[in-house]
């Protein structure tokens, strides 16, 4: 079936480095959305990505999606602990529901 | 305040009941999702609607049930045919476009323990 795959699992940096979550689908994705998950909470959504090499920027976050619209891309740059949380992609494929990834869960160290 | 309600945060049942989760949503979203969170298990589907009285299952419906008979209301039924019930349930709604889903609001979720 479809499948949204994540990685890493778990990363955790101090506070300065950068970090990269990276998510890859066995099909061709109609979009991708990146949700951001602090402990304890819920999934808030940050961003989606439409179109073949898009690339967008939210402050020190940057979102990349595959030219072949089949993989994605969330880096933060220098990394503050406010960042904690775990990051999940979400793809669309059409006619269906999203499919999120398992999630990389960020932890950062001051 | 627009959003989308969860109750209860914390339940406890004893094995062999049925329990149902509430979720609303004052957003005027049409569409509306049932997830299961596990440890390391990231968001799996279980339920969703598009439109009120109609509904599909999602990847892990089995011993889940849920209805849509207004739009602003989506409960989920763990029956006693769940073999695995304790976990973190969240609820979620957007908006339907014609390019397809758009960007999902969850609830603040409901961490069920079956004893």
């Known amino acids: 079936g479809q499948q949204v795959m994540q990685i890493p699992q778990y990363q955790h940096v101090q506070e300065g480095e950068d970090f990269t979550t990276y998510c890859n689908s066995s099909?061709?994705?109609?979009?991708i959305q990146w949700y951001k998950q602090r402990p304890g909470g819920h999934p808030v959504f940050l961003i989606q990505?439409?179109?073949?090499?898009e690339v967008k920027k939210q402050k020190r976050l940057t979102f990349q999606f595959g030219e072949a619209k089949k993989n994605s891309s969330l880096h933060i740059t220098a990394t503050q602990t406010t960042d904690v949380g775990t990051y999940f992609c979400?793809?669309?494929?059409?006619?269906?529901?999203?499919?999120f990834g398992k999630g990389t869960t960020l932890s950062v160290s001051s | 305040d627009g959003g989308i309600t969860q109750s209860p945060k914390y339940l406890f049942r004893k094995e062999g009941q049925n329990v149902t989760l509430s979720c609303e949503q004052n957003?005027?979203?049409?569409?509306m999702y049932w997830y299961r969170q596990d440890p390391g298990q990231g968001l799996r589907l279980i339920y969703y609607?598009?439109?009120?009285?109609?509904?599909q299952k999602g990847d892990i419906a089995e011993g889940y049930s849920v209805s849509r008979e207004k739009k602003e209301s989506f409960p989920l039924t763990v029956t006693s045919a769940q073999k695995n019930p304790t976990a973190f349930y969240l609820c979620?709604?957007?908006?339907?476009?014609?390019?397809?889903?758009?960007?999902?609001?969850f609830g603040p979720g409901t961490r069920l323990t079956v004893t």
């Open positions: 979620a709604s957007s908006i339907v476009g014609t390019s397809g889903n758009y960007e999902q609001y």
């Open positions: 099909t061709t994705l109609s979009n």
């Open positions: 990505l439409v179109k073949s090499g």
């Open positions: 979400a793809g669309l494929q059409a006619g269906t529901a999203l499919i």
């Open positions: 957003l005027n979203h049409d569409a």
């Open positions: 609607s598009q439109i009120v009285n109609d509904f």
